[in-house]
């Protein structure tokens, strides 16, 4: 790669940048703003992943996930587990995830462990909890 390749890349990563931060957050208002830019990448379609946002959609989720985790270190868990316990802790039933998950025998299989969270379902749950969906991977 030649020198004005790597120019054009470092200039296109720059105006990538400011509009999605794909760099180490530092702050919790960069955090706030992570949070928001990743839900209005969801609804525009990134957790599709054929769309051309998904890519970005993948990054920024690790580095929201990278800031939680030095932020507060979640127990480790299973997907299940972490799924029951933000179901209950916002008055949830199994039909309320029909959505984000399916059908109310999917999320029966989820939360005892016979199924696991696909990338499409942890990243509406993600969107869902205002959580990294790496906590359902």
């Given amino acids: 790669m030649d020198a004005r390749k790597i120019d054009r890349i470092a200039k296109r990563y720059q105006a990538l ?3 999605v931060p794909l760099k180490p ?5 960069e955090y706030e703003a992570a949070i928001g830019h990743l ?8 957790a599709n992943q054929a769309h ?3 890519g970005v959609v993948d990054l920024l989720g690790e580095v929201i996930h990278s800031y939680e985790k030095r932020l507060a270190p979640l127990p480790e868990a299973e997907p299940g587990e972490v799924l029951r316990y933000l179901m209950d802790e916002h008055g949830l039933k199994q ?3 029909k959505d984000d998950l399916g059908g109310q025998g999917i999320v029966s299989e989820i939360l005892s462990g016979k199924r696991e969270i696909n990338i499409r379902q942890a990243k509406r749950l993600g969107a869902r909890f205002s959580v990294s969906p790496a906590v359902f991977i």
């Fill in 17 to 19: 940048c400011q509009l």
């Fill in 95 to 97: 039909a309320d995830l």
């Fill in 25 to 29: 957050i530092t702050r919790k208002a």
């Fill in 52 to 54: 051309p946002l998904a």
């Fill in 39 to 46: 839900n209005r990448l969801l609804d525009a379609g990134g």
